[in-house]
């Protein structure tokens, strides 16, 4: 069983693109767990028209942000797991060289937690993902979870990591080209708050102030 889960902001061109990679997959996913954190339900339905592997679409009543719609797949989508952004597109055997490893998370080569595998394994060694670091958006979740996983190479790892060379292709930062100077204003404004709140958990003023 593969359970591939997609945020989805406002990108729907880009998801039907990943949706139409999976389409080719050599391994069939289970189901695409898609959350709709642009509130655009028609817009998402017509992305995810046509497919014949089962697609859920939850649209919840605000922006979850990242961390959250991760722990929304963590409680709702079962292994495998894979977890993406909408800017991702998988080759045909991608799904199946993803989850060949025997790690606890597999990060796909080249895409870091834009395209990752996480296992119950690595949720009960490290938790879920911290939601308070930026809630209802989402920078630096990411590297709170590394600092849990090895103190981002400080200290032996509490889980077992690895990455896959799977040709899954990343068009970087798309969501964020789509966005307007005011847009942009307000993700860099959150960005600072998320980067604070991170800096302040784990005490890394002396490294972030060089």
């Not at 894979?82 to 060949?100: G, M, Q, R």
């Not at 879920?128 to 849990?148: A, H, K, N």
Request: proline content about 5%; aromatic content about 10%.
């Amino acid at each position: 069983m593969i359970n591939v889960c997609v945020p989805v902001l406002k990108r729907c061109d880009l998801l039907r693109e990943l949706l139409a990679s999976l389409a080719e997959s050599l391994i069939e996913p289970s189901a695409v767990y898609v959350i709709d954190n642009g509130l655009n339900e028609a817009a998402v339905k017509r992305a995810t028209d046509g497919f014949l592997f089962p697609i859920v679409i939850h649209t919840p009543e605000a922006n979850l942000g990242v961390a959250a719609s991760w722990n929304w797949f963590i409680e709702n989508a079962s292994e495998e797991r894979v977890i993406c952004n909408d800017d991702v597109t998988f080759a045909p055997d991608s799904l199946e060289k993803l989850i060949a490893p025997s790690a606890d998370i597999i990060w796909a080569k080249g895409c870091g937690f834009s395209c990752f595998v996480l296992r119950d394994g690595c949720v009960e060694k490290l938790g879920v993902f911290d939601e308070t670091i930026s809630p209802g958006y989402g920078y630096y979740e990411d590297d709170d979870y590394l600092m849990r996983l090895d103190g981002r190479g400080t200290r032996p790892p509490k889980a077992r990591a690895a990455e896959a060379d799977c040709g899954v292709a990343h068009a970087k930062s798309q969501t964020l080209a789509a966005r307007t100077p005011e847009e942009m204003e307000e993700h860099h404004r959150l960005f600072w708050i998320a980067q604070t709140n991170y800096v302040n958990k784990w005490g890394l003023q002396r490294e972030f102030s060089r």
